[in-house]
């Protein structure tokens, strides 16, 4: 995950290259980037949890989207299908295995999970193998949907993202999405569902950052691999899961593209590291491809 082909190496010496990431503000002052929210999801396409730290290793943070739901054909069953499954929450605690879920109407399930038959998982053009809990997870879950679904923890961690295993987004994007809306949406994070959210940036300044290693804190190393192209799931309340507003329209009306609606940025893990609301980032000068 580490070696993308059509970039350069690192410099060896790479202490001496870090420089705090900095932006001018509208009254001239420099502006240290930093971390403004962490947000992950337990269970995929469930209501997101906004811890204050997380760990990240090579394969992501371990604890986001190791769980998922599927139907009675095997198939991924998420937002796009099943909105309001963000009105559910869950905590997950992978050192233990433990599982908590929380349903809009007060019902709480929570327990060591109990592993059962395998199973094999299309998700993003690739193939997840997970085991499905026994218990009672998956009839709860199926009693709100209206429709049979099975909780599926999957083998390895990491393996349950969308295109790579993190996603950011500036603040400042998003207040600049809600002046292009005329201020009728004020964008909330949660509705592009990134893992973390970052302040003291300008608008779409994580865009420049492409081919680029940033650092979070004082050890996590991300290269930026790619823009977010984004879907339906973002013109969902991500409260309720109703569709509210079309927010592509929006992005596309100052972002055009003949590909996607892209907002925001997507990165691999270079070297682990822990990150806490409030650490700054770093950055690399980009690599250029060979």
Known sequence: MTSIRGY?????DRTSHYNSVVSTSNQGR??????????????????????????????????????????????????RTLGPLVQITSQYQSERDWLKLHFPDGLDLAGRLELGE????????????????????????????????????????????????????????????SRQSGEATVFDSRRFRPNFVLRGCEPHEEDGWLGSVIQIGSDLRLHILARDPRCA??????????????????????????????????GIVQHPGTVTIGDAVSTLPALRQA
């Open 233 to 266: 799931i973002t013109t969902l309340d991500p409260n309720t899961g109703q569709r509210d507003v079309d927010t592509l329209r929006y992005i596309l009306g100052y972002r055009p593209n003949p590909m996607a609606a892209y907002f925001g940025v997507y």
């Open 118 to 177: 395998a199973v094999l998982t299309r998700i993003w053009g690739r193939y997840v193998r997970g085991r499905v809990l026994q218990g009672q997870w998956s009839q709860a879950l199926s009693d709100f949907c209206g429709e049979a679904v099975r909780l599926v923890r999957s083998d390895e961690p990491g393996q349950c993202y969308d295109e790579f295993p993190i996603s950011l987004v500036s603040q400042a994007s998003l207040t600049q999405l």
């Open 30 to 79: 420099l502006v240290v980037i930093t971390v403004e929210a962490i947000h992950i999801a337990p269970v995929k396409s469930l209501g997101l949890m906004d811890p204050d730290t997380v760990h990240v290793d090579r394969r992501g943070i371990a604890e986001d989207r190791r769980l998922y739901l599927i139907d009675q054909y095997s198939r991924l069953v998420t937002q």
């Open 8 to 12: 350069g190496e690192l410099p060896t």
